[in-house]
Nanobody, 121 residues
Framework: QVQLVESGGGLVQAGGALRLSCAAS????????MRWYRQAPGKQRQLVAH???????NYADSVKGRFTISRDNAKNTVYLQMNSLKPEDTAVYFC???????????????WGQGTQVTVSS
């Protein structure tokens, strides 16, 4: 069974930092795009950061210069380093990955279960 497991969320004061991790496990034969999304109470899920299989990154304007997405392909893991956190960053953070379960097969989308990040003022 292929799955994504996030870790690293928690409570931090404004101006602080957190590092989220998301590890893919199971029978995996390649991971394409990996992303972090977040969803605050009463709001829609929004894309925070994206990294391609080649390492190209993109960020939401609200986190540019503060957040950094990276990946370790040997470990099938994506990270989100979050610095200078603000109360408005409070949300449940979800990782997303496009993975294939067979050599040369199709890529399918997978989501993690989410990890809570709370930034106090």
């Amino acid at each position: 069974q292929v799955q994504l497991v996030e870790s690293g969320g928690g409570l931090v004061q404004a101006g602080g930092a957190l590092r989220l991790s998301c590890a893919a496990s199971g029978s995996i034969f390649g991971i394409h795009h990996m992303r972090w999304y977040r969803q605050a109470p009463g709001k829609q899920r929004q894309l925070v950061a994206h990294i391609s299989s080649g390492g190209t990154t993109n960020y939401a304007d609200s986190v540019k210069g503060r957040f950094t997405i990276s990946r370790d392909n040997a470990k099938n893991t994506v990270y989100l380093q979050m610095n200078s956190l603000k109360p408005e960053d409070t949300a449940v953070y979800f990782c997303y990955a496009e993975m294939r379960r067979q050599p040369g097969g199709n890529f399918y989308t997978y989501w993690g279960q989410g990890t809570q990040v709370t930034v106090s003022s």
